[in-house]
């Protein structure tokens, strides 16, 4: 009897521990989307105006490119850059093959909030490599992808012509707006702290500086605990969900992906959300990639669905080129295993080359997102 009261006072004690770590995890969770977010709302503070500039002045398609780029990683949200690209075409103010190249560098641009996450584990070296990995795969399939479409529209109009047809059928159908249920927990704290920091009456570049490092720091701490909850509470529960359901179905990860980003309505957090996973040896960057393919196509139907209740037929062609664009990517590039590989083994390649100096990453980050973009735009 005294055995047994000592097993179920055993058993309640790790019950309430493992509530306990739950919680933990869960508080981890939120403050680390908080650290997000307060990052994109940082770089709006003082990017938004300037990204906005841009996008209305180009007319070049590469240089619709390079700014696509440079606005998306400026504000750290796609959905913005292409909401004002929808508006401006709405308005007439771009054309709709002007907008286009902006839309694939929004692609681009979008995924430097992951890779900025995987920072967050650069003082430890086995997790940082996985991390980076996991954080770049998304960035080398949307740079590959545009490699190789944008030519392709360049030459035959194929993404435009063909989003103009269905748009011409589908406007004025009635469109829908959703909130994401992950913005409406995390939006007041982002909200209140901005609004502190802009109380201050300090410049927008300062006030987006110290909004970005709170952010930054808070992003560290929260994924330190993030991780190391997630090693001893879910670890192998996670690893075999992981292989058996993801590994081997990369249609299924895709799916998962793209439903979880049309919720949240951001693939910023999707992709990054990965990272902390892969940094923890929970899913590998085989696995991180159908999952960020996914992603690709749940941030357009946010804004799809929207863009149906404007009745503009620009404006639709738009949200549909955004959505062709990414499914012409999976089609390239996943069904075939050996080109599903090229991402892979370049974001696998880049973690190798950090890990031997880890101030490329950050350097990588800059040139890539800022240097080359901004240098290109003020060449031409």
């Known amino acids: 009897m005294e055995k047994l009261g000592i097993k179920d006072m055993q058993v309640k004690t790790d019950l309430l521990v493992t509530i306990f770590r739950v919680v933990l995890i869960l508080l981890a969770l939120y403050f680390f989307l908080i650290s997000v977010g307060l990052m994109g709302s940082g770089f709006k503070v003082f990017g938004k105006g300037f990204a906005k500039a841009l996008i209305e002045t180009t007319n070049n398609p590469f240089v619709g490119l390079f700014v696509g780029i440079l606005a998306t990683a400026l504000i750290q949200s796609s959905s913005t850059t292409t909401s004002m690209v929808v508006a401006f075409v709405a308005a007439g103010s771009i054309s709709v093959p002007n907008a286009i190249p902006i839309i694939m560098g929004a692609n681009i641009g979008t995924a430097v909030t992951s890779t900025l996450v ?189 863009s149906l209740a404007t009745g503009s037929p620009a404006a639709l062609t738009i949200a549909l080129v955004h959505l062709m664009f990414n499914l012409t990517g999976i089609l390239v590039f996943y069904p075939l295993p050996m080109v599903r590989q090229i991402p892979v083994r370049l974001a696998l390649f880049m973690s190798e080359l950090v890990v031997k100096n880890r101030m490329y990453g950050i350097i990588l980050i800059l040139v890539i997102y800022f240097a080359i973009p901004g240098l290109a735009i003020y060449l031409t």
């Open 118 to 306: 995987s920072l967050g584990h650069v003082t430890r070296v086995r997790e940082f490599k996985r991390a980076y990995a996991a954080g770049t795969v998304h960035d080398m399939f949307n740079i590959l992808a545009v490699v190789v479409i944008l030519p392709l529209e360049l030459m035959t109009g194929f993404l435009g012509s063909t989003a103009e047809k269905l748009a011409g059928g589908l406007a004025g159908s009635g469109g829908m707006e959703f909130k994401s249920p992950l913005k409406l927990i995390t939006k007041p704290v982002n909200k209140a702290i901005v609004e502190l920091v802009v109380s201050f009456d300090l410049s927008k570049v300062v006030s987006g500086v110290i909004i970005v490092a709170l952010g930054f720091i808070l992003l560290i701490v929260s994924l330190y605990y993030l991780s190391k909850l997630l090693k001893i509470l879910v670890l192998k529960r996670l690893q075999v969900f992981f292989q058996s359901s993801l590994y081997n179905n990369g249609f299924i990860a895709i799916v998962l992906g793209m439903c979880f980003t049309a919720i949240v309505q951001s693939s910023s957090v999707t992709t990054s959300l990965m990272v902390p996973l892969a940094a923890a040896g929970i899913m590998t960057v085989q696995q991180v990639f159908p999952v960020a393919l996914g992603a690709n196509i749940g941030t357009t139907v946010t804004a799809l669905l929207a």
